[in-house]
């Protein structure tokens, strides 16, 4: 017998069981990689016992037995979250429950918890992503809820799902212009809309230090770190080469790690923008659009360099005097923001000042041959009396001349990182190239500090937005020049030109999958595909996950309001709301007007002799119901049976519709059956 043949042997409410735990198993799936390891096998078990049960029809345990999986559930969300409040643990617990309540459906009231449980945890999925993925699973998830529901409120006889689901997606698709009306004017007042967004576990990305060899992990991962719309033509984008989103800028130096200023939220901004930067733009503006992806940092990408803030919905930008915008709190949802650049700028002192001897400290104890190195060239000759543009060209021309090579995993450096890399490795990767630069040029006694960032982008051809990767995070230099100030030095492109120029990243090695799968699928069709796929995801976070209130007041205005605020999307929700109410009564009315009003009161009997244990055919005429009435009831039930002996008269009098009037009014006095 074949698997298909076993169910559809199975009793009904077998099959309804296995259908919810497939369904909720669905809802409960994305939730695994945040859920504590020891709740998703605890889950996994429960409903596996429950399915078992159901498979083989053994009773449900008692509920002395779900107490144990109860507390081990209680206790578990105590030890690991600490609490049992919040969004890590309620949602832990939710999911506990409604794997545990799967053991306890034995009546309806338990099916309508479990349902109630089940949309709560389809909603708790949007807590922790937001994306397009989630969204098309958490659709297919509703439509698998409301196809259990619908199932649930037939209950005679064994419908098939099918029929169940037909009804489930007109339900969802007539209430699809309601959804799409409140999403459009359902007023968006923070800090009360909005998804909780604390944990980003897993994500990588730049942070406020730079340990040698971390950033080559972050190298690793492919996923969208920034997208651009540029404003203007072709001519007016700037090429790849000069695209440097300027991060977290690194001064202090213990040896194996760079430090920025550590970011606090209480830390006041006025001691944060004491030194100014002394920024001077000059030569055409760049204007774009930035959608940033969260990171959990408070970092806004912007090109450098930027003179004024960008435009923030709801939220402030400050400049340091390192030239970072950042933002009071860590960006935890996708930003969409407006920029203005110049890439052509200088800023910083022009003339030397005790701030600066900062930027040329070095931990003692570290990296001895990098310093002899630099007392080597301030003895040559050539440089005696060399400036500081002189000497940053000298160590440039040892990078291009010297056999160093760019490597993606150049091995671990111990504990003299320069050291390693000017005189025994000889490769490296973007922060091993300009920390062992900075540290030479510190030792030449010249200020330099590290900037970390992204650099690059490359340009969707099915959209036209550009697309800045995790992978193309990026460490470069910056040097202090007497009436220059700070100026950008970029020691990995003297290593690898094609690094900056021609936008030549160096890649992981495929794994067994990937590379199994490009022997099936052409390196030209998958990248075509995934540009298909990135558009689609652009399109639902620039008209889904970034609609917010000055949208929703843009498409105000777009209908006549002048001023428009949140109490005119109020009224004009309202408005809508009551019109649909009054469209939906009328075609309600309308419907019933196109049906035999005489067949509708048939049918409300035949209901009503159901619920009283007597099913009939929907084929079977008055007089044989009447009949079967008397035979199952007897006297009691005499009133009904000539109530529908004159309800088959009056389907052939001259006039029924008075009749039919009276007859109606006695259906709701007439004392039916009862089981």
């Known amino acids: 017998m074949s698997l298909r043949q076993t169910l559809h042997a199975l009793p009904r409410d077998a099959r309804d069981t296995l259908f919810l735990l497939v369904v909720i198993a669905w809802v409960i799936a994305p939730q695994v990689n945040v859920l504590p390891a020891w709740a998703s096998l605890l889950a996994a078990g429960l409903m596996l016992w429950r399915g078992w049960l159901a498979f083989t029809g053994r009773p449900l345990p008692t509920r ?89 409120h037939m209950p005679v006889g064994r419908p098939p799902l099918s029929q169940a689901l037909r009804t489930a997606g007109t339900m969802a698709l007539l209430g699809a212009p309601i959804m799409a009306a409140l999403f459009m004017l359902f007023p968006r007042m923070a800090p009360l809309w ?15 230090t730079m340990k040698i060899g971390d950033m080559a992990e972050i190298a690793l991962d492919d996923r969208v770190a920034i997208r651009l719309r540029f404003e203007g033509d072709e001519r007016s984008i700037p090429p790849q080469s000069v695209l440097y989103f300027r991060g977290p800028v690194m001064t202090g130096f213990d040896g194996r790690e760079w430090q920025a200023e ?43 360099a930027t003179p004024e803030a960008p435009t923030l919905p709801n939220m402030q930008a400050y400049m340091t005097q390192d030239l970072q915008w950042m933002t009071a709190r860590p960006i935890t ?28 400290e070095l931990p003692p104890g570290f990296n001895p041959r990098t310093l002899e190195l630099a007392t080597q060239m301030r003895a040559d000759p050539t440089l005696t009396n060399a400036d500081t543009q002189q000497l940053v060209d000298a160590v440039l021309q040892r990078l291009r001349t010297g056999g160093y090579s760019y490597s993606l995993d150049p ?39 590290i900037v970390t ?62 590379t199994a799968m490009g022997t099936v699928i052409s390196p030209g069709l998958a990248q075509n595909l995934r540009a298909v796929w990135e558009a689609v995801n652009n399109s639902w976070n620039q008209w889904v996950l970034n609609y917010t209130q000055s949208r929703q007041l843009d498409l105000l205005k777009s209908l006549g309001f002048e001023s428009p605020s949140w109490q005119d999307l109020t009224m004009v929700l309202g408005i809508l709301i009551i019109v649909a109410a009054l469209g939906g009564m009328g075609w309600s009315l309308w419907e019933r007007s196109q049906h035999d009003p005489w067949l509708r009161l048939l049918a409300r009997a035949r209901q009503r002799l159901a619920r009283a244990g007597l099913v009939v055919p929907d084929t079977l005429p008055p007089r044989a119901m009447a009949e079967r009435v008397q035979a199952q009831f007897g006297a009691p039930a005499a009133a009904v049976a000539e109530w529908l002996l004159r309800l088959e008269r009056v389907r052939y009098a001259p006039h029924p519709e008075t009749a039919l009037g009276d007859l109606r009014r006695e259906f709701r006095s007439i004392a039916w059956p009862k089981q």
């Open 453 to 514: 960032g992204y650099q690059g982008g490359e340009r969707n051809p099915v959209d036209g937005y550009w697309i800045v990767r995790n992978a193309d995070a990026h460490a470069w230099a910056e040097v202090w020049m007497e009436s220059r100030g700070w100026v950008r030095v970029d020691p990995t492109g003297a290593v690898s030109p094609g690094r900056i120029g021609a936008f030549q990243r160096l890649r992981a090695p495929q794994g067994a999958f990937a």
């Open 411 to 449: 091995g671990v450096f111990g504990e003299h990182t320069a050291d390693e890399f000017w005189f025994d490795r000889k490769e490296g990767f973007c922060e091993h190239i300009s920390s062992a630069f900075v540290v030479l040029m510190r030792a030449l006694d010249v200020p330099a500090r």
């Open 333 to 360: 949802e996708v930003l969409r923001y407006q920029a203005v650049s110049y890439p052509s700028f200088r800023h910083g002192p022009t003339t030397s000042s005790r701030q600066l001897r900062v930027h040329t």
């Open 262 to 304: 550590p970011f606090r939220e209480d830390s006041p901004w006025a001691a944060r923008v004491a030194v100014p930067a002394n920024l001077k733009v000059s030569g055409p503006a760049v204007r774009y659009e930035v959608t940033l992806e969260p990171q959990r940092q408070p970092w806004l990408m912007v090109l450098e």
């Open 194 to 208: 909005g998804m909780p967004a604390d944990n980003l576990t897993g994500r990588s990305g730049l942070s406020g």
């Open 64 to 152: 002395w037995v779900l107490a144990v999986p109860l507390v081990i559930a209680v206790a578990g969300t105590l030890y690991t979250h600490r609490t049992i409040l919040g969004r890590d643990a309620g949602v832990t617990l939710i999911v506990m429950l409604l794997a545990l309540k799967m053991l306890e459906l034995r009546a309806r009231r338990d099916a309508l918890v479990v349902f109630f449980l089940g949309f709560f945890t389809m909603l708790s999925n949007f807590f922790f992503s937001q994306s397009l993925f989630t969204a098309a699973a958490m659709l297919v998830a509703l439509l698998g809820l409301l196809t259990a529901l619908v199932n649930a």
